[in-house]
């Protein structure tokens, strides 16, 4: 029998944040609909045991938090759990780009993740864009029905609003390609983000759920600020977000404006920090919060780049990735599915702007499911779990002996940089960098990985698009029946 699923961070409690995703590990067996199903869209449903406005939950508390919250009509179906599931809750809070578009198909697809709910933030688009963007990802995988969609915070907790150029994501936040699916379920806008989140954590068993955010923290923050016992009952929180540069790990760093950064949206900032770092200071001076976060930074997922033979795998499917002789020809022809030439239309988008805007060129990194994937280190002993694993490596390989058997684990004080405005920081200020310091052996603090098995990484990622495939090929049969026999 399988081992239940084991959150990344057994030895620290490391937590995570940034767009929160709400999982729980386990495989979904769930019904499946068409992309083109007919009939309006329907009202997402808030995940079980939580009520149209909790009763428990008190009305949002100072200091307000800029959750935006709207009457909704329609009234969906409740998503329903698979007998037997294996559970590792996880939550995730998403302001979409093309690499939400990924976190989203790993936290649905992975099979020792239970995917309870997705919040909004603003980013890359404003919240609107965002919040259809992740509707439309999850309608393109077969998940619109079973994951619910929140709308969280429109701006920063104290500052305004800071979106992403059009020239990095796109008008929309997510263009790149023209797949996209209109939205098969409309976003919960009667319930505030950050109460479907506390509710549907605090249905899950204590030191199980994770929190995975792959966007500006704010609603992170006003999570945690708006309920903190939820702190010490969450197993830990996964970040995305935030650079040190300074030869921390090898990768290349890229370039802006032709000089050399340490941050991808200013000389010092990383865009999810810089876009709400009152938030970020507020989780990492949280002491028995950051002892529970990782935090995954440019220095991580500059090394997870896009090659070409990642762009076959993730096209072609197995046989035609790394490892898979070419000739020294790349292949050509259209994808085996329209789901994944949608997704590798969206790499491609993203690929050319990083290649104009930052140099690189050999491939565009890919940052956000990393975040999802840090929690997947260590998720059991037994052979099938050892196959859906991903190690993560939390330790200086330069202070490492070959005689060591277990290299010690590094952990972080992280301070940010909050004085001056978003034009300070264009204009050379150092708002929104982070700064760390390592701490004493056995400290607990943030955990920031310097590694990961990038091969291993590829192979479960392009296993959940293989998974995905099947999900909407059974979802598509199902629909020509329906046709078929409403025609007889």
């Not at 409690?13 to 386990?26: A, F, K, Q, Y």
């Not at 980013?123 to 259809?132: F, I, P």
């Not at 969280?152 to 992403?164: Q, Y």
């Not at 050509?332 to 990083?354: D, Q, S």
Request: proline content about 10%.
């Amino acid at each position: 029998m399988a081992d239940a699923p084991i959150p990344v961070w057994l030895d620290c409690d490391p937590g995570h944040d940034t767009c929160l995703v709400w999982t729980t590990g386990g495989p979904d067996h769930l019904p499946l609909f068409p992309l083109t199903a007919p009939g309006p869209i329907a009202q997402a449903s808030l995940p079980p045991s939580v009520p149209s406005r909790p009763a428990s939950l008190p009305a949002p508390s100072s200091p307000p938090c800029p959750i935006q919250s709207a009457p909704c009509t329609d009234a969906g179906q409740g998503r329903q759990t698979s007998p037997g599931a294996r559970v590792t809750p996880s939550r995730c809070r998403p302001r979409i780009s093309t690499s939400d578009a990924f976190a989203i198909l790993l936290a649905a697809y992975h099979p020792t993740i239970r995917f309870l709910g997705v919040s909004t933030v603003f980013g890359n688009a404003s919240l609107e864009k965002t919040t259809r963007n992740a509707s439309s990802i999850l309608t393109a995988i077969g998940k619109a029905r079973e994951v619910p969609v929140f709308v969280g915070a429109s701006h920063a907790l104290a500052r305004p609003p800071m979106h992403a150029p059009t020239d990095i994501h796109g008008e929309s936040g997510l263009d790149g390609t023209d797949l996209l699916p209109q939205p098969l379920v409309a976003p919960n806008r009667e319930v505030p983000a950050v109460d479907a989140a506390a509710a549907a954590l605090r249905a899950e068993a204590p030191g199980t759920a994770w929190v995975v955010a792959t966007g500006s923290f704010t609603n992170v923050a006003a999570l945690f600020m708006q309920h903190p016992d939820l702190v010490g009952h969450i197993k830990g929180l996964s970040l995305m977000g935030g650079a040190l540069g300074g030869g921390f790990t090898p990768a290349v760093m890229g370039h802006v404006d032709g000089m050399p950064r340490i941050g991808n949206w200013t000389q010092f900032a990383e865009f999810n920090v810089l876009a709400d770092p009152e938030a970020a200071a507020a989780i990492f001076n949280n002491k028995a919060l950051a002892a529970k976060t990782t935090l995954v930074t440019l220095d991580l997922s500059h090394q997870v780049l896009t090659t070409r033979e990642v762009r076959d795998l993730i096209l072609y499917g197995p046989g035609h990735g790394p490892g898979h002789a070419h000739d020294g020809q790349p292949k050509t022809g259209p994808g085996k599915t329209t789901l994944r030439t949608m997704l590798v239309e969206l790499l491609m988008f993203f690929a050319k702007t990083y290649s104009d805007v930052f140099g690189i060129t050999e491939g565009p990194p890919l940052h956000d499911p990393l975040a999802v994937a840090a929690i997947l280190t260590e998720i059991g002993t037994d052979n099938n779990n050892k196959e859906d694993a991903i190690p993560f490596y939390d330790f200086d390989p330069l202070k490492t002996t070959a005689s060591a058997s277990s290299p010690p684990a590094e952990r972080f004080d992280v301070a940010v940089v909050t004085e001056g405005t978003y034009e300070d920081a264009h204009a050379g200020a150092r708002t929104g960098q982070i700064t760390t310091t390592l701490l004493p052996p056995g400290a607990q603090g943030v955990r920031i990985p310097r590694g990961l098995d990038i091969p291993r990484f590829w192979k479960v990622l392009e296993e959940c698009v293989s998974r995905a495939d099947a999900a909407n090929a059974v979802a598509a049969a199902a629909a020509a029946a329906a046709v078929a026999a409403a025609g007889a």
